[in-house]
C-alpha cells in the first residue's frame, strides 16, 4: 500500500473553524512558554493578549503582550512560523485568549482578528 497512516499525521494545532486553505486564518492552541507571573497572575480564563513578533537581529518569536504592551511569554507551536509570516508578511493581527489556568500553566487559544 502508498500512503501514511492518516491517523500519524502531527497536528496539535486544533483549528476550531472549517477546512480551507487559508493558513492565516486557523486558530490555534498553544501553551504560554516561559510566562511571566507578574503579568499573567491577575488574569483569568476569557482574558485577551495580544500576540505580537519580537524580531531580535534576525530572529523572530512568537510573544504574547498585556494591553499595557508588557511581555507576558512566548508561543511556540506546530505553526506559530506561519503565524508570524502572516503578521510580518501580510499584515494581520492575532490575538491569544487564555482557555485554562493550570498553576502556572497557561493555555491561550491564538486567532486571527
Do not use: W
Not at 494591553?67 to 510580518?88: D, E, P
Amino acid at each position: 500500500m502508498s500512503g501514511g497512516d492518516p491517523g500519524s499525521d502531527r497536528n496539535d494545532l486544533t483549528p476550531s473553524g472549517g477546512g480551507g486553505t487559508d493558513q492565516c486564518g486557523k486558530t490555534y492552541q498553544a501553551p504560554i512558554n516561559s510566562p511571566k507571573p507578574a503579568i499573567l497572575g491577575p488574569l483569568s480564563v476569557g482574558a485577551v493578549l495580544d500576540v505580537k513578533v519580537l524580531t531580535v537581529g534576525t530572529s523572530s518569536s512568537l510573544v504574547v503582550k498585556d494591553s499595557a504592551g508588557s511581555l507576558a511569554g512566548a508561543l511556540t507551536f506546530h505553526g506559530y512560523l506561519t503565524v508570524i509570516n502572516c503578521i510580518l508578511q501580510r499584515g494581520l493581527a492575532y490575538k491569544a485568549t487564555i482557555v485554562s489556568i493550570a498553576g502556572g500553566a497557561y493555555t491561550v487559544e491564538v486567532a486571527p482578528l
